[in-house]
T-cell receptor
Framework: KQEVTQIPAALSVPEGENLVLNCSFT??????LQWFRQDPGKGLTSLLL?????REQTSGRLNASLDKSSGRSTLYIAASQPGDSATYLCAVNSGAGSYQLTFGKGTKLSVIP | NAGVTQTPKFQVLKTGQSMTLQCAQD?????MSWYRQDPGMGLRLIHY???????DQGEVPNGYNVSRSTTEDFPLRLLSAAPSQTSVYFC????????????FGDGTRLSIL
């Protein structure tokens, strides 16, 4: 059974710092990996989707990498801002025909002005 | 651009009552799903549908029922509410491919007394 772990569970950084959020998964036979952002009391907003054949995806100040063989993904946030404060979730899709996403429990990020 | 719309946003039920959580999407997505989010548990898949008339169980289907009579709508029914079903429920949809981004609604916060 696929398991997804996110470390740390919470992170607090001063504004302007670059930071890395980590995601690991136990079964490397994934189809894709998706990073989401969740604001308090809100739904999930998709940030980046990485297919299993890709190594990284970039969107603005966000860069996500994927190392399937080691079962790891990282989300890099450059020049953090208070508006980046949210919970970040990673989720993996474990194969063709499997529509189920397996989620990690998230990393709660606080960016201090 | 409505995206995925969930109603109601909040609901309080008594044990044993039944209710239907509504989910509608206007993106002509074939795939729709229901997740529940509990503290310390992450999101878990309840039921999903790969198209009108086709549904299947996810990880935690007991106590829930679904149907998909149209592409747009995917209601989730609680048959006899129990306190263990107190949770935040999210509906998601994606284009007809497991490679596509998942789009989430804002959630329904449900309390069972």
């Amino acid at each position: 059974k696929q398991e997804v772990t996110q470390i740390p569970a919470a992170l607090s950084v001063p504004e302007g710092e670059n930071l890395v959020l980590n995601c690991s998964f136990t079964d490397s036979a994934i189809y894709n990996l998706q990073w989401f952002r969740q604001d308090p009391g809100k739904g999930l907003t998709s940030l980046l989707l990485i297919q299993s054949s890709q190594r990284e995806q970039t969107s603005g100040r966000l860069n996500a990498s994927l190392d399937k063989s080691s079962g790891r993904s990282t989300l890099y946030i450059a020049a953090s801002q208070p508006g980046d404060s949210a919970t970040y979730l990673c989720a993996v899709n474990s194969g063709a025909g499997s529509y189920q996403l397996t989620f990690g429990k998230g990393t709660k990020l606080s960016v201090i002005p | 651009n409505a995206g995925v719309t969930q109603t109601p946003k909040f609901q309080v039920l008594k044990t044993g009552q039944s209710m239907t959580l509504q989910c509608a999407q206007d993106m002509n997505h074939e795939y729709m799903s229901w997740y529940r989010q509990d503290p310390g548990m992450g999101l878990r898949l309840i039921h999903y549908s790969v198209g009108a008339g086709i549904t299947d169980q996810g990880e935690v289907p007991n106590g829930y029922n679904v149907s998909r009579s149209t592409t747009e709508d995917f209601p989730l029914r609680l048959l006899s509410a129990a306190p263990s079903q107190t949770s935040v429920y999210f509906c998601a949809s994606s284009y007809s491919s497991w490679a596509a981004n998942q789009h989430f609604g804002d959630g329904t916060r449900l309390s069972i007394l």
